[in-house]
């Protein structure tokens, strides 16, 4: 059963689903830009058979709240400040794209939060092309002004980011995506080599590997977050 749930943490209205045993090892679970919690459910399945299961709205998107001012750093704050409010001590951390970021930066300051980190077809922070984000039509599930203030950091990251990556003590799972996904693969493979103890696996399916192949992802999560 999945609860919708919200919670004010760092000053923020959150929302998040969660289900599983109530007393079982959490799992909290970031999706991608322009995604909710939501995406997540077919994954959260499967890991709440034997794990108490998180799966967050990011600020600006969903039904968490949309103050208007974001950073990439705000949202990682946001999961920090959704542990503490949750009375999480360690948790397992799972991020997608932007929540994969998201999840990075969290890990790498606070890496006493963070028992294992999986990252979902997310490439290494390194300078990219910058491209004009076109806005979809109709109404969106999540704040468009999130978007045009997420995306400078994305194209252009704080050199110590790429530093930084060595300060994580989690053990990590990098999932790439391969030749379909539109994100470079060398970057994924540079972030899992960054990492002092990660491995990298390939599931090539393009970006979103757990809703195109979610058997494959959840088998590959689970026997990495299950490993002794």
Known sequence: ????????????????????????????????????????????????????????????????????????????????????????????????????VVAHLMAREHPHRV????????????????????RPDGELSFDWDMVTAVRPQLDTPDPAWLERLAAITAPTLVVAGGPASHVPQDGVAELARRIPDARLIMIPVGHMVHDEAPEDFTRAVVEFLSRP
């Open 115 to 134: 028992a294992r980190l999986v990252l979902e077809d997310v490439p290494a922070p390194r300078p990219r092309k910058p491209t004009a984000p076109v």
């Open 1 to 100: 059963m999945v609860d919708h749930r919200t919670i004010v943490a760092n000053g923020l209205r959150l929302a998040y689903e969660v289900s599983g045993p109530p007393q079982a090892r959490p799992a909290v679970l970031l999706h991608a830009l322009g995604e909710d919690s939501r995406s997540w459910r077919a994954v959260a399945r499967v890991l709440a058979a034997d794990r108490r299961v998180y799966a967050l709205d990011l600020r600006g998107h969903g039904r968490s709240e949309w103050p208007g001012t974001y950073t990439l750093e705000l949202m990682a704050s946001d999961v920090l400040g959704f542990l503490d409010a949750l009375g999480l001590g360690a948790v397992d951390l799972v991020g997608h794209s932007l929540g994969g």
